[in-house]
């Protein structure tokens, strides 16, 4: 064998190791998980927000619900932000300024969340039970940090997709009249428009991953909310904060959370794939 | 002894600290998943090649601070033997104690039907405080009271003749040993309403109180410090005294068990924990022996 051929086979089998490692993941889930939920019926797992598996019940209606609003909340958020950041560093600063704002704002991605978690119970929790009411572990809070959590995957994302746009795209625009703005919003922006999509999807899988900040400044009750601020657990919290002490059927109805949630996160992964796959 | 104090906090470690690419970030939450459900059934301590294998103590996290001292105490005066000290939950220390990944269960609550073949050792008595922000004027709740409060059919400080506000609820998660006494002491068939805030340690439920004025939460009598205030039950102020009479009505007992009748080096450390100078050990850490 070729010394060629070898190299080839090794890189191969690497590959391959670290795509079995996430069928075996799969595989492991689906199997701690599904037995529950066939027991309880898609439907009454899905559907019911009563949760009490020490005592028989498995409904994670609320956490969905939670899940769904926290990530909406940061949505709304931190891509205003984030694509407002991503166009003044590609499109409107001098590159020596550029150089220097991009890696610090990636820098953010590094701290761990549970720092995120720790400021947001020591004074943004506060602040909102002070000057806001309700006991300020809330929806907001969750929102609010997850929102400034998911400000470097927008950015960065989406200054990778504006930077793509060819640059006689610009200066065609320019050289027709339009204004450097006008050239942003008309020609930039829809050619940029996929990549930047996928930004937001990305970062949507982040903020509904995200755990150890959530449970900090959640609150963690299993109401439905009916106002931004109300308690909230979401799918991740429920299953980091009740491992710990579960065992049997409730270990397993922890396990068929993790279903819900792989399955939502796949289905967000996809739909970025195929957005960008498009153009 | 520094190793020793680590090894309780690992768990909260592993918990923390990645800064990956934000892409990898969407597979996490899958991954994080795995690791912390595959660590479950393995809690228990690791055993490596060295003279004496260390004696391994799992469980509770109610107990762990207690244990912890109890074990540097016991290494201190016998230096041979090492005892790593871990949490995980009463549930998790139990299986890791049949499944032999532990030398020593310790439980925050009773043991169930299905676990009365393990060796109970009762250790000591450990109160449940209510506990309010150190400014709220109210002293003393009935047991009907904080039945209701916590069923969610008191909302409200003003139905408790307080200044009006809502009061914010906090209890332990779904299984923790302390929620599992709170629930057999106080709510019986009762369910904890689902409007309450949910922590997962004694240590967040009263930081939490310690900071909201409007703040009601339980933890174990022994962790209460002077940032919170402990309300009387009927009447009755969760003191050694009234927990030693079980006046206190809040009252549950914290257990070793091990799979078979201690024997070699687990017995002579149970000993050590029944012994005068062991329950005393435990006494000045806040709770009651269970020699009396």
Known sequence: MSREKFVE????????????????????IFLEGMP????????????????????GHFGILAMIISSVLVTLGAMVLGVPLGLACALVLAEFS??????????????????PSVVYGFLGVLWLVPLIRDYLGGPGLSLLAAALILGIMILPTVISISIDALDAVPGPYRDGSIALGATQWQTVRRVVLPAASSGIITAVILAMGRAIGETMAVIMVAGNALKIPTSILDPVRTLTSNIALELGYASGRHREALFATGIVLFVIIMLLNLAATLLTRRK | MEYLSGTGRLKTRCVQAWGLHPRL???????????????LPAAGCGREASQQPPLCVAGSTSV?????????????????????????GSSAGIYATRQGAADLGASSRELVAAEKDLVEIPIAWDGIAVIVHAANPLTNLSLDDLRAIFAGKITDWRQLGQRPH???????????????????????KVEITPAALVQDSNGSVREIVANDPNALGYISVGLVDRRVKALSIDGVSPTREHLRQHSYKLVRRFLLVSRLPPRGPVKEFVDFVLSAKGQSLLEQEGLVGIAE
Request: proline share 6%; hydrophobic share 50%; glycine share 8%.
């Open chain 1, 36 to 55: 529950l939920i066939i027991e309880t019926g898609l439907g009454n797992f899905l559907a019911s927000s009563h949760w009490a598996p020490t005592k």
């Open chain 2, 166 to 188: 809502a009061i914010h609820l906090i209890t332990r998660e779904e299984g923790s040993g302390t929620r599992n006494a709170f629930e057999e002491l106080v709510m019986g």
């Open chain 1, 94 to 111: 001098p590159p020596r300024l550029k150089m220097v704002l991009k890696p610090t704002l990636e820098l953010l991605a590094g701290i």
């Open chain 1, 9 to 28: 086979r090794v890189l191969f089998l690497l590959a391959l190791s670290s795509l079995s490692s996430l069928l075996l993941i799969t595989v492991f």
């Open chain 2, 64 to 88: 762990q601070p207690f244990a912890e001292k109890l074990a540097e105490v016991y290494m201190h005066h016998f230096p041979h033997l090492r005892i790593d000290v871990q949490g995980g």
């Open chain 2, 25 to 39: 970030m969407v597979f996490l939450p899958v991954l994080a998943l795995l690791c912390g459900l595959v660590m």
